[in-house]
């Protein structure tokens, strides 16, 4: 029997389109290709549709791809979609997605597609419409106001706005938000009149091309939570998975979009912490609510539980987000349900409702052979280090892209005092270290000790700390273990960055003019350090620690108060070492690098574009934020010496495995020597792995999938210590496997 082709949208005209290609790329990664072809399909923000080139799907911005879309995508019509495409899986979010304009255009073409029809969606993303709709069926609802909108706000229209909210008897605080939008886009908390200007046009205006009503909401006191419900398609009715508590953050006060995309921002807590009587009667609230809306397959209900035990709904949505750690997958995973077993259950849910048949039998099943043939992997995440939220994001990719036909995969959780637990999906699905060391009672410690009898190869997917300066790397040596990436002294000198640039600059390679200060030092010679720097290093100037990464504590300085500001944020953090580096002005560039010493490839360069001259943590890992142009815009003659200088570089490191090198490229009237040159800014022994890193988008250009690129990590591993796992893998006794991952 033939695959189902099954198309996966993303993209899209909403302001959401940065979530949507987010969750496009998480259900590409996980969806069953034992049983599916999988054909990206991106909308343009123009309607324009395209088979995504599969080199584009781990972009981290639609915009690192957009200006090629139309040279290198096949653009395709809605009318020849079914020629494309048997199924069209919906990860698309907000208008034009999810409010029935693109159900109706699916319908008319009898193209099978995922969630709720032309009504639900048009109800659910009209959140006025909706409260209207629940209202007569005792469903409790925020009370609002509707306003139209401006172009600017009079004092008399201000004070018509305030007469309005008088008459409806709302009180500060309340939440303004656009009609018809999701993600927290254009959502304000005001606690005064004098705020209700600004959050009303940030409201009308969140997307500029087409303004629209906003509403003003009663602020609701209580429990926030989130409930995903699937259809039981095989019983004919929805399955509420246990709902998810969020403790937005206080300074906010409410759960806006930082806190729902960036790595480790919010807390929540699944289920959500409230009596089994509360829990149920949230789930059975929000079965009713899927019914009275004709919701289908899938809902995501929002809302809050009041102190007195009252259930009011917030927001109902007919689809949900789909990203690695969102609500779907996290609730899920309380049932044992991987996002592969979600994904199926949604797409089988359609297939029995559009009576098609599929053949939902493992077309290749394992044998217990082949299982003693796999390689098992131990996944190390977490850590010690203030990067231990992108370790979680990196760790959980590698383990998801680990190839099932190859490897078995146990995520080791790695708590701040470096102990270990190995961990189910449950956990692994959290979103945050904190949560997950929280819940480590219900875990299964393992000690270092043990990992030679448990697992076959460590994949280390820390960064920073113990995990990145050799103290991990030595740790598993001793073990005799093969693991990815560089060895002991590589990691060491490579976590500290003054020590590297001096390595580089004794062997040729340029580096930025740098200082290295001691916390000692700077509390006795205050004064002659600041005149220091200003003689030999001068403005402006970057301050950062010389032992972390992730742009943690990097400040950019332009006068004598703001450096001295900037050292003390260094020391504060309790850091012992602040590194002091001229401003190089040119081409900023990451160069992803692989290979052991005689095998070594250069990937193309990747140019970051930051928008206040440091890359921010944000720009690295927020979805929609930031922007990496690969390949970088240089002449082919420029990137080969950007290459050359990756490569002696990485060699004088003795770096191993991979490695990601950040650089400026400076042309010759950007060059103090009148020549072109490359500046070494810093060595990454152990880069980011996270869904949209650059160094998949390097690879991908030259034809390297994530899950390739990820085995090939594994192989240099095992080649740098020539161990064969071979050997390892035949002698299994009882093999680990995680059926749930």
Known sequence: MHKLRVGVLMGGISAEREVSFNSGRTVCD?????????????????????????????RGKITDFLDRLELEAECISWDALRTCIDFLYLAVHGKYAEDGTLQGML???????????????????????????????????????????????????????????????????????????????????????????????????????????????????????????????????????????????????????????????SHKFTPARCTPEALQKIQETCVRVSDILEMRTISRIDGFLTPAGEVIIVDPNTLSGMGPASFLFREAAVLNMSHTAVINHLIETELYQYDMHVDTADNNPTTDTEIMKKIRVAVLLGGDSNEREISLESGRNVVYKLSPQQYIAMPLFVTDTMELYEIDQELLVRNSTHEIQSLLAHARKRTW??????????????????????????????????????????????????????????????????????????????????????????FPCIIKPHDDGCSMLVSRAVTEQELAEAINIVFAADKQYAIIEELITGTELTIGVLGNEKTITVLPPSQAVAQNNILSLEEKFLPGSGQNITPAPLSPEAIKQVQEAAKQTYLIASCAGYARIDCFYQHAQESPTGMARVVILEINSLPALTPATCIFHQAAEIGISPMTFISRIIELGCEKHKISLQHRTSSHNAPIIHKNV
């Open 30 to 58: 996980h969806l069953d290709s034992n049983r599916y072809i999988i054909v990206p399909l991106f909308q343009r923000s123009d309607g324009a549709l395209f088979i995504l080139p599969y080199k584009f799907l781990h």
């Open 107 to 265: 319908e008319l073409l009898g193209v099978p597609y995922l969630g709720s029809r032309v009504y639900a969606s048009a109800v659910c993303m009209d959140k006025s419409f909706t409260k209207k709709t629940l209202t007569p069926h005792a469903i409790r609802v925020p009370r609002d106001i509707f306003i139209a909108p401006h172009k600017a706000i009079t004092t008399e229209q201000l004070a018509t706005i305030i007469e309005q909210l008088n008459s409806a008897q709302l009180t500060y605080p309340v939440i303004v938000k656009p009609l018809a939008e999701g993600s927290s886009l254009g959502v304000s908390r005001v606690e005064h009149d004098d705020t209700l200007p600004a959050a009303l046009m940030a409201a009308w205006h969140v997307n500029p091309d087409a303004p629209q009503p906003a509403l003003i909401e009663e602020f609701i006191e209580g429990m926030e939570f989130s409930c995903i419900l699937l259809r039981d398609y095989k019983n004919n009715c929805w399955l509420p998975l246990p709902p998810t508590e969020i403790v937005p953050e206080i300074e906010i006060g409410f759960f806006d979009y930082e806190q729902k995309y960036m790595p480790g921002k």
């Open 449 to 538: 000790h043990e990992l030679p009898d448990i697992v076959d190869f460590v994949f280390i997917a820390l960064h920073g700390g113990k995990g990145e300066n050799g103290a991990v790397q030595g740790a598993i040596e001793m073990l005799k273990l093969p693991y990815n990436g560089s060895g002991v002294a590589a990691s060491a000198l490579c976590m500290d960055k003054y020590k590297t640039n001096m390595l580089l600059a004794s062997q040729g390679i340029s580096v930025p003019r740098n200082m290295l200060i001691a916390h000692v030092d700077w509390q006795k010679k205050y004064t002659d350090i600041i005149s220091t720097i200003i003689n030999t290093i001068g």
